[in-house]
């Protein structure tokens, strides 16, 4: 309505109306116009935040002229706001163009406040890492085989390499990686060099994890099926009972067998005592002594043999005794062909095949499916292909030693750590590496027996390669899946801890730290500082660096970084070359796989990717000869702090 209309209006509705619209608006509360944007730490906040008061329509009380102040509303951060923080409003509009945050961040927001006036909050903004200076924290040492780890949380996110006046070009190794030791961490990151204005970002390489075979997915299942029962309760021991006397060979007796891959059904099968030894008792199905699916007398006389000399006794010096709660004295082994219709035969060309496996319920009095005794089940010869994949006599007598050296670790460990502690049993990804570290034991006692060497330490070496192949893609701390490349993760790991941390080289050295890793209460990361008397952190940090410098051609790696019973460079080859000519085995690689992502000057760098629990990946920062210096931001890709809780490092050493 115009003023004009107003001095004529006659109507008293219209006369008020008009009196309302000339009148100044009355201020009720306050609200951001100009909201605070991402800045960097100390930086001052621009454009300048504005803040208005309003009335309780929304509209700008422009008669409010009292102060209004600033401060820091959620600090994630625990930042200080410094600037003038209080500001007289004009017009109804307070304007704040000095204001700075001191610590980077990622959410902050601000509040305003004004006497009289219901205060307001900003949208959440971020405060980046400032840039790093060639006189501040996080300095890397140029000394040849000299390493550090770089924490970013205590360096401002940086790592500065000092000007090259060596007179010779340097290469560095970089590892960001994540050491707390919590199961299944991870956190994006950017590795930003200070010389680049606007670089392409370039993501680390790697895909998702591959396909389960079937005999991980299996054992995966049932690992998970051992903490959910060790979550129910505390362990039910059987009542003292006078000890029982081993089987009589050529007696019978009747078994729970899984009846599928996630074992939620059990098949009962009637098998006959076949051998029974000093530790073993070998059963076989009795459906497959009818079918003819068993071994010759021979072969079986050696595999039990096997089992009873040579695989038990490496497994219970490594990693102490299995319980005995049939107290019968020995471990029975049930050759069923139940195991091998586990996997039919259309699958088990594109996922593998069940070789044999234990299970914690055996071990618990009562469980249901469970059959109250130590059992490994094992697949039986089936050459006809009758109830999946055709398996040979020979094929059976290769893999099952080393499914059972394997599965008999779980079943120490869960008596060691569930049934004689009574706390939970080992993490996943450690109780999988002493595993396939009693792999690679049974393959040694064979020695000098090549072929029967290959056939235990083959699934190490290919894993391993695996990992190598693709570090950044796979956590090696976690519970969430047990891909082949994550169990050449854990095995690696296992093997770098023995070599560094036993006595002396001797398999009794390794074998005292192994037994400290089983009988003890406690688990995964706490586990390892304690059996070894270093962080894990610590620990795992090196690991990392170990993998690439252990034997790099042309350079030393410190004792420290140092595997000593492999030189994987050297030996992928040769036990390539070996295994395919003693055993016909084509699935140990032929080279090492471990190359860094990316080896180009460090100022060029921009680039992300994901850090996994455990894990890290691998880049060569180049530094030509009278370079200048140069300095990465380690940081989240917002380029604010990585979070302190991850304990995120990154590693460094010289290796040229």
Not at 415 to 430: M, V
């Amino acid at each position: 309505m115009t003023k004009g209309l107003c001095v004529m209006a006659v109507s008293s509705l219209l006369a008020a109306a008009c009196s309302s619209s000339t009148q100044p608006r009355t201020p009720t509360r306050l609200a951001f116009t100009v909201q605070p944007s991402t800045t960097t730490a100390a930086t001052t906040i621009s454009p300048g935040v504005q803040v208005s008061a309003e009335d309780p329509q929304g509209n700008l009380a422009t008669s409010f002229t009292g102060n209004v102040t600033i401060g820091i509303g959620t600090n994630p951060g625990s930042g200080t706001l410094a600037g003038t923080a209080t500001a007289v409003a004009v017009g109804g509009v307070a304007t704040f163009g000095t204001l700075r945050i001191d610590k980077s961040a990622a959410g902050y927001t601000l509040a305003a406040s004004a006497t009289g006036l219901t205060g307001a909050t900003s949208t959440a903004f971020n405060v980046t890492l400032a840039p790093c200076a060639s006189t501040g924290p996080g300095q890397v040492s140029q000394v040849l085989a000299s390493f550090s780890a770089i924490d970013p949380t205590q360096t401002l996110g940086c790592a500065v390499f000092q000007a090259n006046a060596t007179g010779g070009a340097i290469s560095y190794l970089v590892v960001p990686q994540a050491t707390n030791g919590v199961p299944d961490d991870s956190s994006a990151f950017l590795l930003g060099g200070a010389a680049l204005a606007a670089p392409p970002v370039m993501a680390a390489l790697g895909g998702g994890a591959a396909p389960l075979h079937a005999q991980q997915q299996f054992d995966l299942t049932l690992r998970r099926m051992e903490r959910d029962l060790a979550l129910a309760g505390p362990p039910r021991r059987p009542r003292a009972a006078p000890p029982a006397a081993p089987p009589v060979p050529g007696t019978s007796r009747t078994f729970k067998v899984c009846g599928d891959l996630d074992c939620s059904y059990h098949a009962t099968v009637t098998a006959t005592a076949k051998r029974v030894g000093l530790h073993i008792a070998v059963y076989v199905d009795d459906a497959a002594t009818a079918a003819g699916d068993t071994l010759n007398t021979g072969t079986f006389d050696t595999l039990a043999a096997v089992f009873d000399t040579l695989l038990y006794p490496a497994d219970t010096a490594a990693f102490g005794r299995e319980s005995d709660v049939d107290a019968n004295g020995v471990v029975i082994v049930l050759m069923t062909g139940k195991v091998n219709s586990l996997v039919t035969s259309a699958q088990c060309t594109s996922f593998g095949v069940v070789g044999g496996y234990s299970s914690s319920r055996d071990l618990i009095v009562g469980s249901a499916g469970g059959n109250s005794g130590e059992i490994f089940y094992s697949l039986v010869p089936d050459p006809s292909g009758t109830l999946s994949c055709a398996h040979s006599a020979s094929e059976v007598n290769h893999l099952v030693p080393r499914i059972f050296i394997h599965e008999f670790q779980h079943m120490i460990s869960f008596n060691q750590h569930f049934l004689l502690h009574g706390t939970a049993p080992e993490d996943l990804w450690l109780n999988e590496g002493m595993s396939h570290y009693a792999e690679e034991l049974g393959g040694r006692r064979f020695l000098p027996d090549t072929a029967q060497y290959c056939f235990l330490l083959f699934g190490d070496l290919y894993d391993a390669a695996q990992y190598f192949s693709a570090p950044q893609s796979v956590f090696m701390v976690d519970t969430a899946g047990i891909g082949l490349a994550n169990r050449g993760a854990y095995w690696l790991f296992v093997r770098f801890v023995v070599d560094q941390f036993a006595a002396d080289t001797s398999t009794a050295s390794a074998n005292v730290l192994t037994r400290s890793l089983e009988n003890t209460s406690l688990t995964g990361a706490a586990n390892i500082a304690a059996a070894t008397g270093t962080a894990f952190g610590a620990v795992v940090e090196h690991w990392a660096l170990a993998n690439y410098v252990s034997d790099l051609p042309g350079f030393t790696a410190p004792p420290t970084l140092q595997y000593v019973k492999w030189h994987f460079r050297a030996d992928y080859p040769t036990l390539h070359a070996a295994c395919m000519a003693k055993a016909a085995i084509s699935n140990v690689p032929s080279s090492f796989t471990l190359v860094p992502l990316l080896s180009v000057d460090a100022s060029t760098w921009n680039l992300t990717g994901t850090m996994r629990g455990g894990s890290g990946s691998y880049y060569v920062a180049q530094h030509a000869s009278g370079a200048p210096s140069v300095s990465l931001l380690f940081s989240t890709t917002s380029k604010t702090p990585l979070p302190t809780s991850l304990a995120p490092r990154l590693n460094v050493i010289r290796i040229q």
